[in-house]
């Protein structure tokens, strides 16, 4: 362990995460928990304004920044929603679109040569005991940056990229979380929905949008995240690989809970990684 900190030795923090743990989502209906393990799955999100997306991604980056593995590429193009965050990310990226592209570019090149390697070892996936970190990449408002900002051809650039990590990030232990408030077939065409192993709609204005999250048929058969009362912030469909909408609350961390959580893994990180 480094003993670079300032921190007197019985203010260490002792208790981390990992990416391969399950990342707690919040609760279902009948009040079990839902805690999801993520690693090796993409997820996405979406909802009207306002309906919970950006409360529940900072539980996925919560989670990101106190497991010792995890190296959290962040992308906001509100800047604010996960901003509180950046001192514990190792990239942060506000609302511009060059900077966003050559970070993607970047981590394409990191998952060309996780593949090269693996490819070497006679191996098919990054794994726990490996000595690469998982890098967890949330974007948060994937229109800003791709229909939004920037010019058509640096906005298809990122389509590109971003669909290119989607489909072969996971086994090169590269999750993708993406949260939109435009559910329209234009920001997330089925190709790339389909991409997405894990699907959580928030509050959504019609039928149909809630289908371009979930998959089409859902609401036909009562799993529409329209029926989401208005008030009901933070209560969304939860549609993981294969199974059924789960209706569920995300859990809610307020300011206060996001500065003192970032100062614990500013400390845990800190500590070399091995506290
Ligand atoms: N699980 C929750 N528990 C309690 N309150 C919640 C929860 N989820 C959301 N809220 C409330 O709803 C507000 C809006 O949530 P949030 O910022 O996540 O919306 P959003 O979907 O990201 O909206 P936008 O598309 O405008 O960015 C929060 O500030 C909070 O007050
Ligand atoms: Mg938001």
């Known amino acids: 362990m480094s003993t670079t900190t300032a921190a007197a030795p019985d203010r260490y923090p002792v208790a981390s995460l990992s990416m391969y743990d399950p990342v707690h989502l919040g609760i279902d209906e009948y009040?079990?928990?839902?805690?999801?393990?993520?690693?090796y799955r993409q997820l996405l999100m979406?909802?009207?304004?306002?309906?919970?997306?950006?409360?529940?991604?900072?539980?996925?980056?919560?989670?990101?920044?106190?497991?010792?593995?995890?190296?959290?590429?962040?992308?906001?193009?509100k800047e604010v929603e996960l901003g509180m965050w950046r001192d514990v990310a190792d990239v942060f990226v506000g609302p511009n679109i060059t900077d966003a592209n050559k970070r993607l570019r970047q981590l394409q090149c990191e998952m060309n040569r996780r593949y090269a390697e693996?490819?070497?070892?006679?191996?098919?996936?990054?794994?726990?005991?490996?000595?690469?970190?998982?890098?967890?990449?949330?974007?948060d408002e994937v229109a800003y940056y791709s229909v939004?900002?920037?010019?058509?051809?640096?906005?298809?650039?990122?389509?590109?990229l971003l669909r290119d990590v989607i489909?072969?990030?996971?086994?090169?232990?590269?999750?993708?979380?993406?949260?939109?408030?435009?559910?329209?077939?234009?920001i997330i065409p089925t190709s790339l929905r389909d991409l997405f192993g894990y699907r959580l709609a928030f509050r959504c204005t019609t039928d149909s949008s809630s289908d371009i999250i979930l998959s089409v048929g859902w609401a036909k058969q009562g799993y529409s995240a329209k029926d989401i009362a208005p008030e009901d912030?933070?209560?969304?469909?939860?549609?993981?690989?294969?199974?059924?909408?789960?209706?569920m609350k995300s859990a809610y961390l307020s300011d206060s809970d996001i500065y003192g959580l970032v100062e614990y893994a500013r400390q845990l990180r800190r500590t070399g990684w091995s506290a």
Not at 57 to 63: F, P
Not at 148 to 160: L, S, V
Not at 176 to 184: E, K, L
Request: glycine letters at 12%; a positive charge; charged letters at 20%.
């Open 31 to 39: 009040g079990y928990s839902v805690d999801t393990p993520i690693v």
């Open 118 to 139: 693996l490819a070497r070892v006679n191996r098919r996936k990054v794994i726990a005991t490996d000595p690469v970190p998982v890098i967890l990449c949330v974007i």
């Open 148 to 160: 939004t900002t920037g010019t058509k051809d640096q906005r298809e650039e990122f389509m590109i």
């Open 233 to 247: 912030r933070g209560i969304g469909l939860l549609l993981a690989e294969g199974g059924t909408p789960r209706r």
């Open 46 to 77: 979406g909802g009207e304004p306002g309906s919970g997306k950006s409360v529940e991604l900072n539980n996925i980056v919560a989670h990101g920044a106190l497991s010792t593995d995890c190296s959290m590429w962040l992308f906001d193009g």
């Open 167 to 186: 489909a072969r990030g996971r086994a090169a232990g590269i999750i993708v979380v993406a949260a939109t408030q435009r559910p329209s077939a234009d």
